[in-house]
């Protein structure tokens, strides 16, 4: 059973453009949504997090929409550079920190 | 403050064989956690403890597994007698026991069992 399912499984993005990825979750009872960047050889880092008391959080050039009767969350990164090339997984958890559940991730690649 | 940080990063092993990995984290963090990634997948639960008390185990954590963490600092996750589908990437992340607190994983350990 998948809890977070995550979509699409890869992405390509000119570099300058909007990449956009999309979570759906099952669990009403999680309330900690974060967003992890992971590159090849390296662990998963923690790059946005949202809780559902709120629809919209942006640091930087990345944001998080979130809809919660959609039971739906997404990662918008503007301006995308060849350097945001990397594998995105969402994840939830029932507080900030109990297991995290990870979604199946989605690899993009900014091109120029 | 060096991050989380795991040994070996890489092991190959024969079916069959123990392996043992070992993880440090965060001094000030009190909770630790092990996932297992396999090629294209995202982090799989194992395991999880909070100072020396495991609190958590996974249904994927099958009795050739176990992992301690004794006096609430380095952890270690035992495999015994290795198979072929143990495989995969072994990340071992921390955090504080603050609501709203992100892991912080460490490099992983790559497992290759022949």
């Known amino acids: 059973q998948q809890q977070v399912k995550q979509s699409p499984q890869s992405l390509i993005v000119q570099k300058g453009g909007i990449s956009i990825i999309n979570c759906a979750y099952e669990n009403t009872a999680f309330d900690y949504f974060p967003w992890y960047q992971q590159f090849p050889g390296k662990g998963p880092a923690l790059l946005i997090a949202i809780r559902p008391d709120v629809s919209e959080k942006k640091e930087g050039r990345f944001t998080i929409s979130f809809n919660k009767s959609a039971k739906q969350f997404s990662l918008h990164i503007m301006d995308s550079q060849p350097g945001d090339s990397a594998t995105y997984f969402c994840?939830?958890?029932?507080?900030?920190?109990?297991?995290?559940?990870f979604g199946k991730g989605t690899r993009l690649s900014v091109i120029a | 403050d060096t991050g989380v940080s795991q040994d070996p990063r890489h092991k190959i092993t024969k079916r069959g064989q123990n392996v043992t990995f070992r993880c440090d984290p965060i001094?000030?963090?009190?909770?630790l956690y092990w996932y297992r990634q396999t090629l294209g997948q995202g982090p799989e639960f194992l395991t999880y403890f909070q100072n020396e008390a495991q609190l958590e185990k996974s249904r994927l954590l099958s009795d050739r597994f176990s992992a301690e963490r004794p006096k609430g600092s380095f952890s270690t996750l035992e495999i015994q007698r290795t198979e072929q589908g143990d495989s995969a990437m072994y990340l071992c992340a921390s955090s504080l026991v603050v609501s709203g607190y992100g892991y912080t994983f460490g490099s992983g350990t790559r497992l290759t069992v022949v």
């Open positions: 001094s000030e963090h009190n909770r």
């Open positions: 994840a939830a958890s029932l507080t900030g920190n109990t297991p995290l559940v």
